[in-house]
Nanobody, 124 residues
Framework: EVQFVESGGGLVQAGESLRLSCVAS????????IGWYRQAPGQEREGISC????????YYADSVRGRFSISNDKAQTTVHLQMNSLKPEDTATYYC?????????????????WGPGTQVTVSS
C-alpha cells in the first residue's frame, strides 16, 4: 500500500522557520514528482511546491517563492519543505502527495494519496 505521511508542523511566531517532512512507503517508482499542498479553514487546497525525483525541477507558488525550499532525499524516500520567514497567512494543514507533473512554472494535478497532513500555525 502506498502511503505518504507528513510531519514537522507546529506553532511558531511570524518570522520563524519550520521544516516539514513527507515520508513515502510502498512507493517504488524511480521517476516521480511530489507536491506539497496546504489548506486553511474555509479555503480550497492550494498547491504550493513540487519537486521531480532527481531534483532537476522545482516549482513554487507565488505565495511561497523565496521563502520555502523543497528537497528530495531519495535514500530516505523523504521530501522536505523548509519554510522560512513564516507569516500568519501560512497557517494551514500541509499535505504531500505525488503529482502528475512538476515544471518550473506549473504543477500538475495530484494523485489521490493524501496523508493525514501536519498542522502549521503561525502567530503574529
Amino acid at each position: 500500500e502506498v502511503q505518504f505521511v507528513e510531519s514537522g508542523g507546529g506553532l511558531v511566531q511570524a518570522g520563524e522557520s519550520l521544516r516539514l517532512s513527507c515520508v513515502a512507503s510502498g512507493f517504488t517508482s524511480d521517476h516521480y514528482a511530489i507536491g506539497w499542498y496546504r489548506q486553511a479553514p474555509g479555503q480550497e487546497r492550494e498547491g504550493i511546491s513540487c519537486v521531480f525525483s532527481d531534483d532537476s525541477v522545482t516549482y513554487y507558488a507565488d505565495s511561497v517563492r523565496g521563502r520555502f525550499s523543497i528537497s528530495n532525499d531519495k535514500a530516505q524516500t523523504t521530501v522536505h519543505l523548509q519554510m522560512n520567514s513564516l507569516k500568519p497567512e501560512d497557517t494551514a494543514t500541509y499535505y504531500c502527495t505525488p503529482v502528475r507533473l512538476c515544471l518550473e512554472h506549473s504543477m500538475g494535478a495530484p494523485y489521490n494519496y493524501w496523508g493525514p497532513g501536519t498542522q502549521v500555525t503561525v502567530s503574529s
